[in-house]
C-alpha cells in the first residue's frame, strides 16, 4: 500500500498541519501519511498533533525538507 503524500514545503504554519489534518480525517485507520514540509515548526507541531490524536509519527531531514510518515491510529 503506497502511502499519500503532502508537499507543504515553502508553507508557514499552521497550514502544513492543517493540511495535515483535514486528509488525516478522510484516511481509514492503518493508512500512512507523508508529509514534505520546510517550515521549522512543522518539527514540533506535526509529532504534537500526532501524539494528542493517537497517530504514529517517525520524521526525516533530507537538504532542508522535513519528511513526516504518519500512520493513523
Do not use: S, W
Amino acid at each position: 500500500m503506497t502511502a499519500e503524500t503532502i508537499d507543504a514545503r515553502g508553507l508557514k504554519c499552521p497550514l502544513p498541519v492543517l493540511r495535515m489534518e483535514k486528509r488525516l480525517a478522510a484516511l481509514p485507520p492503518g493508512r500512512m501519511l507523508t508529509v514534505l514540509a520546510t517550515d521549522p515548526m512543522a518539527r514540533i507541531d506535526i509529532p504534537l498533533y500526532c501524539r494528542q490524536h493517537g497517530h504514529d509519527c517517525t520524521h526525516t531531514v533530507e537538504n532542508d525538507v522535513l519528511r513526516f510518515d504518519i500512520v493513523k491510529g
